[in-house]
């Protein structure tokens, strides 16, 4: 199974190495990290690098394509990009599952994919995803036809243990969790606006929305 | 706050880049990843590379260090470097809290700092850990003393959100929960021992006993 991620500067890491991480542990699975030009991507913290093994030239097709998201502040580069957009819509053409984690389905959707698609993004982009024709719902993991997007960053793990159940098969999946430990604990129930805090939620809403129309500075 | 991220070929991407991404939703935090040498890291599926933006060197205090895991046929390699061990020790001086994640926590019993203590690590590599004098427990995230140890892979997320929960405060361990949106929907529910088919977790321990007798392969 051939997996290609698509990286860029400002992209935010656990978006694309949780699933990267799921593929990997079926060992079945080619996993390439591909950008428009090979080597380092700076992360949205500005605190460290991905590395692209791949340049867009290098993959011109896969089984499944992975597009992460970003920050708010950098989300718009991969978007207005049309080198970007064509590379993303040359391989939605080969592949068998074309998907995005957190905003990256913006991505898609400036690709042109999401027209009339129901489909998820980080729960502050929802009305930049209505903006591409889109229609929003807040399931974790949503499929339509072929397109699978995945909500807010942690939410590529689950994503991608999907994607392998599909396509490799329940026991695998399982198996791939057994060997993740992904059986989640966290501290609090708070990691969805439905759970969280009502304050807390407008408030980081804000936070987004002021956020997502600064220039991107990389 | 500072977090010191130790890097070496043949890591789990997901054991570094899971806290990573907590400690910088918290804006609060400035996460350094370090190596040997800096550069590109090879990881354990040798089909990616993560970046050390650090040497041993460079980074001799911090307020947290985080020292993730590996596949079972590499882990010996830092485990052997008395280098890379007189680093840790050297931070261990320093820090408020001092962690591992999957069976890190065996670099961190190899280093000596175990020795009697509660701790855990990836389920399939507890008599490893008790052969460096730890008390091996299946909780997923252990505090003995100022030492943290986390289960398998994703078990770091738990780890981070915990930390920020105990240095910054549980309302910014909330948000950072939120805007990872970190609401985990595996579609199976096997991700520890006690919870997949017995077959199947004892099929992958022998893989993994098997994996951790070879020499690595870097």
Redesign the interface.
Same mark, same amino acid.
């Given at each position: 199974m051939e997996v290609a991620i698509m990286l860029y500067n400002g992209i935010?890491? $656990?978006d694309a190495?949780?699933p @990267?991480?799921v593929f990997?542990a079926t060992m079945k699975s080619?996993?390439?990290?591909v950008a428009k030009n090979k080597g380092?991507i700076k $992360?949205?913290?500005k605190?460290? @690098?991905?590395?692209a093994?791949y340049s867009f030239s290098e993959v011109t097709s896969a089984d499944i394509l992975v597009v992460p998201g970003c920050s708010p502040p950098n989300y718009k580069t991969p978007m207005n990009d049309e080198e970007s957009l064509n590379w993303i819509r040359q391989l939605h053409e080969t592949t068998k599952w074309t998907t995005s984690v957190?905003n990256g389905s913006l991505i898609l959707g400036a690709a042109g994919l999401l027209n009339g698609a129901v489909a998820t993004s980080?729960?502050g982009s929802f009305d930049l995803l209505q903006s591409f024709g889109a229609i929003p719902t807040d399931e974790?993991?949503v499929r339509h036809d072929k397109i699978v997007t995945a909500?807010?960053?942690?939410?590529g793990?689950?994503m991608a243990?999907?994607l392998v159940?599909w396509e490799l098969g329940?026991?695998t999946?399982?198996?791939v969790?057994?060997?993740?430990?992904?059986?989640?604990?966290?501290?609090?129930d708070?990691?969805?606006?439905k759970?969280?805090?009502a304050p807390?939620?407008e408030q980081?809403r804000g936070m987004i929305q002021e956020l997502s129309k600064k220039e991107p500075n990389l």
């Open positions: 935010t890491a $656990l190495i949780g @990267y991480e990997a080619k996993v390439k990290f380092l $992360l949205d913290s605190m460290g @690098y991905l590395h093994d957190c980080h729960w974790r993991v909500a807010g960053v942690s939410s793990i689950d243990l999907q159940a329940e026991d999946s399982k198996v969790q057994l060997i993740l430990e992904y059986d989640p604990q966290p501290p609090f708070t990691g969805s606006p759970k969280a805090p807390m939620v980081l």
